[in-house]
């Protein structure tokens, strides 16, 4: 996604971007929240 954000510039999909912003991104605040929790140990 991001080469395709940075280097197409014009023909990125807005729909795609939203849909990943909205789906993927929520999903990986728990992915986060360990790996900085882990970190701590």
């Not at 990986?28 to 929240?33: A, F, N």
């Amino acid at each position: 996604m991001r080469d395709k954000v940075t280097h197409l510039y014009f023909r990125v999909s807005l729909e795609k971007v939203w849909l990943v912003l909205e789906e993927d991104i929520p999903n990986l605040k728990p992915l986060i929240e360990e790996v900085l929790s882990d970190m701590e140990k």
